[in-house]
């Protein structure tokens, strides 16, 4: 795979930016489970910042902190023993939005599963690490997956409806799985060509993220 492909993969299938892809299908999915018409409501709007920037934006602000205190090298992390810090803060971010959004009406439970699972992969991911390299961006890769695996099974037939100026997309969610299922294969890929992670590391961030998500499904 091209290196510049590769980063870019990489970049945009960041593992911290899973639950924000998450929100964002379940509300074109099914709007009216946020009671919300659309992406664009304010209700959808304050929830989409407060997600984004919990599991995202504040955490990775974190991370890049470390950086100068010498907590990590690199931003890529190659050492495994570097992962460590940023997992235990995300993990944290992780936990406090999972706590904020069950105490008030701002989500579905389902979604409220989707960041609990998150959460669980983090301390997956976090204990595997001590004993082997894992892969963080199968995790949140194979993580999306059981989540829309999931919004299956308890939304049943659903689409994803995408207004395209002219007129309407809509995808059955079973489309969304399979093209979700070969996107988190090129980021696979793409770990592999930047020379980040080895098959096994994918595998087991693979099965990490599935199992996090389906325990959180089951528990909720």
Not at 92 to 114: E, G, I, M, R, T
Not at 126 to 144: D, E, Q
Not at 178 to 206: E, I, K, N, Q, S
């Amino acid at each position: 795979m091209n290196k510049t492909l590769a980063h870019a993969l990489s970049v945009l299938f960041h593992p911290l930016l899973v639950l924000t892809y998450a929100l964002l299908l379940l509300i074109l999915i099914n709007p009216y489970a946020f009671s919300v018409r659309s992406l664009s409501d304010k209700r959808a709007v304050i929830l989409f910042l407060s997600v984004f920037s919990t599991s995202f934006l504040l955490p990775a602000f974190g991370v890049a902190l470390m950086k100068p205190l010498g907590f990590v090298k690199s931003f890529q992390m190659r050492d495994k023993m570097e992962r460590t810090g940023p997992y235990i803060l995300s993990s944290v971010f992780y936990l406090w939005l999972y706590k904020n959004l069950s105490s008030a009406d701002q989500a579905p439970p389902l979604f409220n599963a989707f960041v609990l699972g998150a959460t669980i992969g983090l301390f997956l991911a976090f204990f595997i690490n001590i004993f082997t390299k894992i892969s963080a961006h199968a995790v949140g890769m194979g993580g999306l997956v059981a989540m829309m695996l999931l919004t299956n099974k308890a939304w049943g037939a659903a689409f994803v409806s995408l207004s395209l100026g002219s007129g309407t997309l809509q995808l059955s969610l079973n489309a969304v799985i399979a093209l979700l299922v070969v996107l988190a294969g090129w980021v696979g890929m793409a770990r592999l060509a930047l020379g980040a992670h080895t098959p096994a590391d994918l595998y087991r961030g693979y099965a990490a993220g599935i199992v996090a998500v389906f325990l959180a499904g089951f528990a909720s």
